[in-house]
């Protein structure tokens, strides 16, 4: 295994071009390795290890969207997934960013960003961490409200369908579910399905 590889090894099969220029890697070294298939550009400036070992490919697709969009949280749809609460399988990434912020050009997964303001997107975050690196992404009650909030773009009946499965959980928490849905402004939307789910 040459340098380049056991060095993206020791950094969870990721590395921007600046740290691996750092740490004495040239760039013909990274380019042979591009063309060998032995790493993968993610966006201009990211590499990722190829075959670094993922437990779920899902994920690692997910991992791949935060390393390269360090301000952008896994939302709606996708957060839908990863928290299973719906049986949709979206063929893009759902992220949030900044409304203010320039989304950057991924090369792959396709993503579809959503520009949240600051009382939609810092609330209801939380990071996890896997052997390659960290996901962000919103928990399950803000990610339903936010779901109810773009239920004319989305579809209400992936909003339901996520809101009856949560409520199926032992982890189902109405306090936790309320307070976003007063941030997501959906409060008077949610509560007469909660009130009629919850009878």
């Known amino acids: 295994m ?15 071009m600046r740290e691996m220029k750092r740490a004495a890697i040239q760039t013909r070294e990274i380019a042979n390795l591009l063309k060998d298939g032995e790493i993968e550009k993610i966006r201009p400036g990211l590499y990722r290890l190829a075959n670094y070992p993922k437990s779920v490919p899902f994920r690692a697709t997910l991992i791949d969207v935060c390393q390269a969009m ?7 749809l996708s957060a839908l997934d990863f928290h299973e609460l719906t049986t949709f399988n979206p063929s893009e990434v759902y992220v949030a960013i900044p409304h203010a912020q320039k989304p950057r050009q991924v090369r792959y997964p396709p993503i579809r960003s959503f520009f949240f303001r600051e009382r939609f997107y810092s609330p209801g975050i939380v990071q996890v961490e896997t052997r390659s690196g960290t996901i962000k992404v919103y928990n399950k009650e803000k990610t339903i409200c936010d779901m109810f909030r773009y239920r004319d773009k989305l579809g209400e009946d992936l909003a339901l369908e996520a809101l009856k499965t949560y409520l199926r959980t032992k982890a189902a928490d109405l306090h936790a579910l309320q307070k976003y849905a007063a941030i997501c402004q959906v409060k008077t939307v949610l509560t007469p399905y909660l009130k009629a789910m919850s009878a």
Do not use: F, N
């Not at 040459?2 to 921007?16: I, N």
């Not at 360090?70 to 709606?76: E, K």
């Open 70 to 76: 360090p301000r952008g949280v896994i939302c709606l």
């Open 2 to 16: 040459t340098h380049t590889l056991t060095y993206l090894k020791a950094r969870g099969g990721y590395a921007t």
